[in-house]
C-alpha cells in the first residue's frame, strides 16, 4: 500500500480559490471519507490528489514523491478512480469494462478481457455472473460494482471514490460500501451520507467552503456541534453497535 499527502495544496480559478491551502494525508490501509456540503471542494480535492488537475500551489505526494514527477502510468499503476456516473458510448460487456482496468498494466492494444486479474477483480465485487451482459443494459447498484471491479483490475495502492453511492438505494449503498472496507486498500471516499460515513470510514476530512476545517479519526471528528456549524443540521451521534449520526432538524430551525 502507498501513502498519499498534500501539503499547502490550491488551485483556483480566475481570482477565485476553490481549494485553499489543505494539508492532510489519507491514513494507509484505511478508509477515509471526504465530506462537506455542496460546494466545498471535495470533488476538486479528489482531482487535484489523483493528478485529474494541476494544483495551483502546493504539491502531491506519493510515500513522499511529488505526483508531478511520476508519469501518466505511474499514477495510474498506483492510483485507480471511481468517478460519478461513467459513461460508456460504444457497446462493451462487463468483461470489457473491467479489463480496462488493466490498461497501465498491459497497454491498450494487449487486452483480451480474460485475464485473472479481470476475473479476480469480477468475483471480488460479485459480478463475475455478469460478465457477458452489455454495459448499457445494467442498473445504476450493477454499474458501480463494474466500475469498482474495474478499479481493482487496476491493482492500485490507493482507491479514490467520487460520490459512490449518490445514486444508488439504501441496500445498494450498503453493499457497495462493505466490499470497499473489506479491501483494506488506503482508500479516499466523497460521501454525503454522514451516517453511511459514521459506519464505514475509519477517518473524516472534512471540508467547508474550500478549506480543510477538521480530520482525525470518524469518532472523534464527527460530533453533533460540527454538524451543525458545517453543514447546518441539527443532529446526534451516538454509539450503539456502530458508530451512528441521526439528523434532528436544521439549524434555521432553531430550538
Known sequence: ????????????????????????????????????????????????????????????????????????????????LMEQLPQARVALTVRDVVALGRIPHEGRWQLNGHGARVDEAMARTGVAGLADRSWNTLSGGERQRVQLARALAQEPQVLMLDEPTNHLDLHHR????????????????????LDLAAAFADR?????????????????????????????????VSR????????????????
Open 1 to 80: 500500500m502507498s501513502r498519499l499527502a498534500c501539503r499547502g495544496l490550491g488551485w483556483q480559478v480566475d481570482d477565485r480559490w476553490i481549494v485553499r491551502d489543505i494539508t492532510t494525508e489519507v491514513a494507509e490501509g484505511y478508509c477515509t471519507a471526504l465530506v462537506g456540503m455542496n460546494g466545498s471542494g471535495k470533488t476538486t480535492l479528489l482531482q487535484l490528489l489523483c493528478g485529474l488537475r494541476k494544483p495551483s500551489r502546493g504539491q502531491v505526494l506519493v510515500d513522499d514523491r511529488r505526483l508531478t514527477d511520476m508519469s501518466r502510468r505511474e499514477i495510474a499503476r498506483t492510483m485507480a
Open 174 to 193: 450498503i453493499a457497495l460500501l462493505r466490499i470497499v472496507t473489506s479491501l483494506r486498500l488506503t482508500t479516499l471516499v466523497v460521501l454525503h451520507d
Open 204 to 236: 473524516l476530512i472534512v471540508l467547508d467552503d474550500g478549506h480543510l476545517v477538521a480530520q482525525g479519526p470518524t469518532d472523534e471528528v464527527l460530533t453533533a456541534q460540527l454538524v451543525a456549524e458545517r453543514f447546518a443540521v441539527r443532529g446526534q
Open 240 to 255: 450503539t453497535d456502530r458508530l451512528r449520526f441521526s439528523w434532528q432538524g436544521l439549524v434555521s430551525d432553531g430550538g
